[in-house]
């Protein structure tokens, strides 16, 4: 694929932050490289909608009401809209340093059937958290792990990562089950297994300005999308029954309080055999 044939699509998910919206577009339309489209999918509270999709047009986006069905269903509501060749993730407490999307462009110019990630300057309540340089790829555990191969992993940065179309057109998703919680990583091992590769843009970042809420809150779909994200793992990904019996224990014990798990667990089961099965099949 030449450059000039190159049309990177942004997928911008929003919810409930007109100020933080306003500020990621600015950096988004700063850029001294355009992306081809801009999508903003608003899953806003009714008293949001009207604030949002002033500001979406304002900054000539494409506004479309979001999946409202949560975080994941709404990534893949939002790629699913989008008309260029790759797709670039982004949420509206992102900003875009200067000449961001020039590097992603020239990535995607490089190879255009890689899945490409960035890293993250992580800032919370406004003051500087950490400088992450690469995403996190799934481990045995159901958590992200660091990356140490740059240009050959299973990583994906949620909110940050480039698809190519075709992803998509294959019919792949994004598990939608989990409003919270590592199940995103999930998605990198899966298209991982069937195919697909990811690669860091190295030097490249988006600047995340996260609340402190939200990083230290922990509900019940986190600990039920790291089960998920462990058993696909450990019984498909990269076979090893000792830890899958291991994390089963961990986070069985934990989830018990809240789950049924005689009739939880099988039907966690059966969902991971659907998904991952047909790739044992292909196989």
Request: with cysteine.
């Amino acid at each position: 694929m030449k450059p000039s044939e190159i049309r990177l699509s942004v997928a911008l998910l929003t919810r409930n932050r007109p100020e933080s919206l306003k500020r990621c577009l600015q950096s988004l339309r700063s850029q001294n490289v355009k992306p081809f489209e801009v999508i903003v999918s608003d899953d806003s509270d009714p008293q949001w909608v009207k604030e949002t999709r002033e500001i979406a047009d304002r900054w000539d986006c494409r506004y479309i009401t979001g999946s409202l069905r949560g975080l994941y269903a709404n990534r893949n509501h939002a790629a699913l809209a989008c008309q260029g060749t790759h797709i670039r993730t982004m949420d509206d407490d992102h900003v875009l340093p200067p000449e961001h999307f020039q590097q992603c462009l020239e990535a995607i110019a490089e190879d255009p059937q890689a899945i490409w990630t960035t890293g993250e300057l992580g800032y919370i309540d406004g003051r500087f958290y950490k400088k992450v340089e690469t995403a996190n790829q799934l481990s045995a555990s159901g958590v992200g792990i660091g990356i140490t191969n740059l240009d050959d992993n299973w990583g994906i940065a949620d909110g940050s990562t480039i698809y190519p179309r075709s992803i998509y057109d294959r019919g792949f998703r994004m598990l939608e089950d989990y409003g919270y919680g590592e199940s995103f990583l999930e998605f990198g091992a899966y298209l991982y297994a069937n195919g697909f590769r990811s690669r860091c843009i190295v030097g490249a970042y988006v600047e995340h300005y996260a609340e402190a809420i939200t990083i230290t809150r922990r509900p019940l779909s986190m600990y039920e999308s790291r089960l998920y994200a462990s058993i696909c793992y450990n019984l498909y990904f990269k076979k090893n029954y000792p830890k899958f019996l291991r994390y089963l224990t961990s986070y069985s014990l934990r989830l018990s309080q809240k789950r049924n798990l005689v009739r939880y667990l099988p039907e966690i089961f059966e969902k991971i055999k659907k998904r991952w099965g047909e790739i044992e099949q292909k196989k």
